[in-house]
């Protein structure tokens, strides 16, 4: 294989290190930015170490924010007695994007998944049952996790963990999407579609 310049090779291996990023990729990525401008270079320089010394952790919902208490949990506006557990800071940008739901958050920072090395003490499991605990306000809990197999997990573990505090836990609806046809659905999916029809 070639040999080349270190400055090339280093950045080839800081990228190799984002998910679904291999090195014929990263190398990929690196030469595309040797054709950029110097400029955009710096910006996109500058934008990194920002990444790394403005974003902090909100202590309240873990996700990333410029201040230690995000926007969403210092809104007067959101509603304090329900909360919804997401896996990751991005989903709930996904679902700021309805417009619907006005509670507070929750990110576990990942699902259960003891192969990967990440169980109860990684994840924030216990950080949610002990704020279930200390705050008598909270009424709901939506467990809004993807329902991949270590997200069923995670939601089932967490329902057993939450249920003895007494308060209402809820997951998300699952059904058809728009557009989808019936055809395709597979059984489960259908199946649940079915047990939340409602009336029109």
Sequence with gaps: ??????????????????????????????FYLLKQPKADLSVMARALVELGEKIQVCEQCFTYSERTDCEICTDPKRDPSVVCVVEESRDIA????????QGLYHVLGGTLNPIEGMTPDVIRIKEITDRVEANTNIQEIILALSPT??????????????????????RLARG?????????????????????????
């Design 1 to 30: 294989m070639r040999r080349f310049p270190q400055p090339i090779v280093n950045l080839v291996a800081a990228f190799s290190r984002l998910p679904g990023v291999g090195p014929k990729t990263a190398l990929r990525y690196v």
């Design 94 to 101: 996904t679902i700021e994007a309805t417009n619907v739901f």
């Design 149 to 170: 197999i270590h997200g069923e997990t995670t939601m089932m573990y967490l329902q057993k963990q939450l249920a003895r505090h007494g308060r209402r836990v809820s």
């Design 176 to 200: 058809l999407p728009v557009g989808a046809t019936l055809e395709f659905a597979d059984e489960v999916t259908l199946g649940d579609a079915l047990k939340g029809r409602r009336g029109i």
